[in-house]
């Protein structure tokens, strides 16, 4: 049974990432929609299945990986958006933060020092602000 399962798969996609997500949204909707007894939910955890398995069955790799790549690059984005958040976060005891008004570079500086002349690292303009 278990070599006739690998040749079926031979030239099939898989399942990647972006299934495991699926699979992931499709349990929590069927968990959902036992505790309400919404049909609806239900049904739509059952389409999510289908669609999981037909990525993971497809033939057309390229546009399977190209989805997958897709969808890590957005995973990536928003790591890093919620990472740099977290840092500012951290750092508003210490620093303040000021957006360049010619370039909108975000330019951080130490707290406490009365009005200072900022300089924009990236486009050399001047401008005073309060810290």
Do not use: H
């Not at 399977?64 to 750092?91: G, L, P, S």
């Not at 909108?104 to 690292?121: F, H, L, N, S, Y």
């Amino acid at each position: 049974m278990k070599e006739k399962l690998q040749r079926f798969m031979i030239g099939r996609y898989g399942f990647d990432e972006l299934s495991k997500v699926y699979l992931g949204v499709t349990i929590a909707f069927m968990v959902v929609s036992m505790f309400t007894g919404n049909s609806l939910i239900y049904i739509v955890s059952l389409g999510l299945l289908v669609y999981c398995y037909y990525r993971a069955f497809s033939k057309n790799i390229v546009k399977r990986q190209q989805e997958n790549q897709k969808f890590c690059n957005f995973r990536y984005q928003q790591i890093v958006k919620w990472n740099n958040f977290k840092t500012r976060q951290a750092q508003k005891k210490i620093y303040r933060f000021y957006k360049c008004p010619q370039c909108k570079q975000r330019v951080r500086v130490p707290k406490g020092r009365g009005k200072i002349c900022i300089t924009c690292p990236k486009c050399k303009v001047e401008f005073i602000k309060k810290s």
